[in-house]
C-alpha cells in the first residue's frame, strides 16, 4: 500500500535556525513528492514539488527540499525560520502512472519561536 | 484572480439527511479533486475530475457518495443518507492539467453530522 509518513506531530525551532520537517513515503513506483502548508484559517497552499531531475528543489518563501531516492525521503528545509514560518505542513506523494490518487502525510506543526 | 471557491463554508445536518456541497474552480483549471479532512489528519483524496468526467474515483469511501462536475466547471459532491462518521471538512482543489501540477485548495466545507 502507498503511504506517506511525517514521523513529527511537531517540530520547534528558534527563529533564525534552520529547520527541517521529515517526510518518508512508500509507492509502488516512482513518485512525485510535494510540499503544502496550511496557515490558520487559511487553505493549503503549495510550496514545492519535486517531479524528476534535480534532486534538490526550491519553493516559496525560502523552502526547499531534497528528493532522496535510497531513503526514500523528501524532507522540507529552510536556512533561516521566520516566525512567520509557523503553520502545519504536509507532505503529499502521486505515483507517477496508473493513477491520480494524491496521498498525503499526517501533517507536522512547526512552531517558530522568537 | 479569484481562487477556489466551496459553499457553503458549514454545514450542519441531521443524520439520514442528503447533503450537497459546491466547489467553484479556478477558471481554466481542467483537473478538479475533491479530498476529505478529518481533525488531526491530512487531506484523504476521494475523486479526481478532468473535464467532465470523473478520471479517478477510487477514494470515495461508498456508494453513498457521489460527484458530478456535469461542464467541466463547477463540481458537486453529494453525499446521501449522512451518517455521523462523515463528519470532516471537505476539500476542493483545481490544477491547470492531468500533469502532477500544484493543486490550488478552496477553503473547504464543515460538514457535521448530528
Known amino acids: 500500500a502507498q503511504s506517506v509518513a511525517q514521523p513529527e506531530d511537531q517540530v520547534n525551532v528558534a527563529e533564525g535556525n534552520p529547520l527541517t520537517v521529515k517526510c518518508t513515503y512508500s509507492?509502488?513506483?516512482?513518485?512525485?513528492l510535494f510540499w503544502y502548508v496550511q496557515y490558520p484559517n487559511r487553505g493549503l497552499q503549495f510550496l514545492l514539488k519535486y517531479i524528476t531531475g534535480d534532486n534538490l528543489v526550491k519553493g516559496s518563501y525560502g523552502f526547499e527540499a531534497e528528493f532522496n531516492k535510497s531513503q526514500t525521503s523528501f524532507h522540507l528545509k529552510k536556512p533561516s525560520a521566520l516566525v512567520s514560518d509557523s503553520a502545519l505542513y504536509f507532505c503529499?506523494?502521486?505515483?507517477?502512472?496508473?493513477?491520480?490518487?494524491?496521498?498525503f502525510g499526517t501533517g507536522t506543526r512547526l512552531k517558530v519561536l522568537a | 484572480g479569484a481562487g477556489v471557491s466551496q459553499t457553503p463554508s458549514n454545514k450542519v445536518t441531521e443524520k439520514g439527511k442528503y447533503v450537497e456541497l459546491r466547489c467553484d474552480p479556478i477558471s481554466g483549471h481542467t483537473a478538479l479533486y475533491w479530498y476529505r479532512q478529518s481533525l488531526g489528519q491530512g487531506p484523504e483524496f476521494l475523486i479526481y475530475?478532468?473535464?467532465?468526467?470523473?478520471?479517478?474515483d477510487s477514494g470515495l469511501p461508498n456508494d453513498r457518495f457521489f460527484a458530478v462536475r456535469p461542464e467541466g466547471s463547477v463540481s458537486t459532491l453529494k453525499i446521501q443518507r449522512t451518517e455521523r462518521g462523515d463528519s470532516a471538512v471537505y476539500l476542493c482543489?483545481?490544477?491547470?492539467?492531468?500533469?502532477?501540477?500544484?493543486?490550488?485548495f478552496g477553503p473547504g466545507t464543515r460538514l457535521t453530522v448530528t
Open positions: 509507492v509502488s513506483g516512482n513518485p512525485y
Open positions: 503529499a506523494v502521486r505515483v507517477t502512472s496508473g493513477t491520480y490518487k494524491y496521498i
Open positions: 482543489a483545481s490544477s491547470l492539467g492531468q500533469g502532477p501540477d500544484e493543486q490550488y
Open positions: 475530475f478532468q473535464g467532465t468526467g470523473a478520471a479517478d
